[in-house]
């Protein structure tokens, strides 16, 4: 099992950047394949960006692709989101998720993911 605790969140202006970060408990964090997911008020929770165990993987929603970088390290055990060009759209809670290991891509692209941080607030303004 991994615990995840998301950070780097906050309140920023439209056009300006973040980076989120999402620390993993445990010494397995380089088995499981990692993503982001955001949440915002009155709407399903809304897949962001994945990444595979090796990080030589990447998938990202076309409304961000371009825009956000999901990276790792997996010897700080961390899984990174960088965003940039925000946009009012952007704002809701993201969250950071680890998919099982000996989970296949296919069903990390089928947003089939195990474990879930409490989630960081991201605010845009305009």
């Known amino acids: 099992q991994v615990q995840l605790v998301e950070s780097g969140g906050g309140l920023v202006q439209a056009g300006g950047s973040l980076r989120l970060s999402c620390a993993a408990s445990?010494?397995?964090?380089?088995?499981?394949?990692m993503g982001w997911f955001r949440q915002a008020p009155g709407k399903e929770r809304e897949f962001v960006a994945a990444i595979s165990a090796s990080g030589s993987l990447t998938y990202y929603a076309d409304s961000v692709k371009g825009r956000f970088t999901i990276s790792r390290d997996n010897a700080k055990n961390t899984v990174y989101l960088q965003m940039n060009s925000l946009k009012s759209e952007d704002t809701a809670v993201y969250s950071c998720?680890?998919?099982?290991?000996?989970?296949?891509?296919?069903?990390?692209?089928?947003?089939?993911?195990?474990?879930w941080g409490q989630g960081t607030q991201v605010t845009v303004s305009s």
């Open positions: 998720a680890a998919a099982e290991y000996g989970s296949s891509w296919g069903s990390v692209l089928r947003e089939k993911f195990d474990y």
């Open positions: 445990g010494r397995t964090f380089r088995w499981y394949s």
